[in-house]
């Protein structure tokens, strides 16, 4: 009896240790199947990561389709590097995720749309296309680590000594003296003012001001228009018209723009337009029928009249994606990620904001020739730097305007 108790105890001490054996193999098994954390074509580095980058404009209401087109530019360039597998940084290829939000172009809604973008997507870049929204994102996109595509020209977002701002478009200052010459010359020395009512209306405004008088003009009106909520500018126009001024300065989103402009010449307004940057002649035209009207005026050149050999192919792409011509919004912010892409390439980083900064000098530098739709040579000053390209509409065509 006790020898059949002393083999059953046996028995089953070797059941334990072949059960502990299996599971201790079982066990090996698996860990030996996880992707290895190091280098040298292992499993992780094979694998592929994601780069959100933050959009917040207007996507509903009268500067929606101006906040579409500056996205569109940004999701286009991003579709083009994820379509070429990526880009690599670290020995590590990512892809692009773009999450855009509507702030409907009110800079308290773009200020929470990027707290939400940082907690939630962990955003490294935040493009924004209003100077409003620019602002409130300065207040704490340095304590936060984000870079800003700031889409303005307003030249104080580079003044503030925020060094997590890049400035996509040129300063709008070098545009006040060809812009004042051109009209002073044609049309006469008195101004009225109706600009968008937004912070970057009231500074263009400013500069202008300071500058037209400067030159010996007078300024007969000051006002401005709440595209936000004013659809009909009848009012405001004729009260600018009861002073008879030679020149108007309009400017803001395209569509609400070219609309001040045909009820200026439905009320018989004769004279010449200065357009803030803003604004551009070939979207101006979508609303107007034609250049006739906006004959006399002076703004910034179309993209699809100027010259670089990139933009035939540019301009083809997004027609076939997007259904229409491209402006400048779609083709400086797409040629801004394209940068932003390479300077993190030059960081080594994909996150880390002022690494990125760092190298933009080198995004710049190594962007490809057939992405170049601008000529951005430099980055300095906090934004790109390239020659300004001003246009005036006469006899109803655009005409490059020389700055000297």
């Not at 010459?181 to 600009?195: R, S, V």
């Amino acid at each position: 009896m006790k020898r059949l108790k002393s083999l059953l105890m046996l028995s089953l001490i070797f059941v334990v240790i072949f059960s502990l054996a299996a599971c201790n193999s079982s066990s090996n098994e698996s860990a030996n199947t996880k992707p290895s954390s190091g280098g040298g074509g292992d499993s992780k580095s094979e694998e592929t990561g994601t780069v959100n980058i933050g959009y917040t404009g207007p996507l509903s209401g009268p500067a929606a389709f101006y906040g579409e087109r500056t996205l569109n530019g940004v999701k286009m360039a991003a579709e083009e590097i994820n379509g070429a597998g990526g880009f690599e940084v670290g020995g590590k290829k990512f892809k692009l995720n773009i999450v855009s939000l509507d702030d409907k172009y009110l800079p308290n809604e773009a200020g929470a749309n990027a707290k939400r973008l940082i907690q939630e997507n962990k955003t490294p870049i935040i493009f924004t296309p209003h100077s409003g929204g620019v602002f409130a994102l300065q207040v704490f996109n340095q304590q936060d680590k984000f870079l800003i595509g700031a889409y303005t020209s307003e030249p104080k977002v580079s003044e503030v000594g925020n060094n997590l701002t890049v400035r996509i478009p040129p300063r709008y200052d070098g545009y006040l003296k060809p812009f004042t010459d051109y009209e002073m010359k044609k049309f006469g020395k008195k101004i009225a003012f109706l600009p968008t009512a937004s912070q970057y209306g009231k500074d263009w405004s400013e500069k202008l001001k300071a500058h037209w008088e400067k030159e010996g003009g007078k300024v007969v009106y000051n006002s401005a228009i709440d595209f936000a909520k004013e659809t009909d500018f009848f009012t405001t126009v004729t009260n600018a018209l009861k002073e008879k001024p030679d020149v108007l300065f309009i400017g803001g989103a395209s569509e609400p723009t070219a609309k001040v402009a045909k009820q200026a010449r439905e009320l018989g307004f004769k004279g010449g337009f200065i357009v803030m940057d803003q604004a551009k002649f070939d979207e101006m035209k979508k609303v107007t029928g034609s250049y006739d009207l906006l004959n006399g005026s002076i703004g910034v050149m179309p993209l699809i009249e100027s010259k670089s050999p990139a933009i035939p192919d540019f301009a083809k792409k997004y027609q076939e994606k997007y259904g229409e011509t491209p402006g400048s919004e779609a083709g400086l912010n797409y040629i801004a990620m394209y940068i932003f892409v390479e300077a993190m390439k030059a960081a080594g980083s994909v996150d880390d904001a002022e690494k990125i900064q760092a190298k933009m000098q080198d995004g710049v530098s190594n962007i490809p020739d057939n992405v170049k739709i601008y000529d951005f040579t430099k980055f300095t000053g906090g934004g790109f730097d390239g020659e300004l390209e001003v246009a005036a509409v006469e006899d109803g065509k655009i005409v490059p305007i020389k700055i000297k």
